[in-house]
């Protein structure tokens, strides 16, 4: 079944200029852009996005985080792109993910209190249909 997910630049990929690579790997892939948009995040915007991390020690190092530049913010579609695009970003810690996927190949531990792996994905169809909702109401 064709269905959308909301994918994220983050500040640390948009900053080292990899943008065009995360969207060139998705592409590739054989996903559909259905919306690019160059945005800078909020708090606001930040609370509701990362809802199910709040209380963690992460959590406000990573609001910070999100909040030191722009991100990239992208509604792909595509057969399964929910879990295609989570394979193509790669484990959560890049020093593990596995070399191929975008945070394998670009990424690296970083001595701070938050990881920093380049991209978000949506997690499950529950997540992509409420982050697109955040990021892009209008769809
Ligand atoms: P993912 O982005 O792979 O879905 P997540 O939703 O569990 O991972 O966490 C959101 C982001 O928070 C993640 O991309 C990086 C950061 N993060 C997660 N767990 C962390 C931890 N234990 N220490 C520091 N940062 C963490
Ligand atoms: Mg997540």
Redesign the pocket.
């Known amino acids: 079944m064709t269905e959308r997910t909301l994918i994220l630049v983050k500040p640390d990929g948009v900053k080292r200029a990899l943008s065009g690579e995360v969207l060139r790997r998705i592409e590739a892939k054989g996903y559909t852009l259905v919306a690019v948009e160059l945005r800078k995040a909020t708090p606001e915007l930040l609370a509701e996005h990362y809802a199910e ?1 709040v209380g963690k020690p ?1 959590y406000d190092p ?1 609001v910070a985080f999100m909040l030191t530049g722009p991100v990239l913010a992208v509604v792909a579609e595509g057969e399964r792109v929910i879990e295609g695009f989570r394979s193509l970003a790669g484990a ?1 810690d890049p020093t593990v993910a596995a070399p191929g996927t975008i945070r394998g190949d670009l990424a690296r531990a970083w001595d701070l ?3 920093h ?1 380049i991209v ?1 994905g949506s ?1 499950s169809p529950e997540s992509a249909e409420r982050e697109i909702g955040i990021w892009f109401p209008g769809l």
Do not use: M, Y
């Open positions: 991390h992460f990573l959560t209190p938050v990881i792996n978000h997690d």
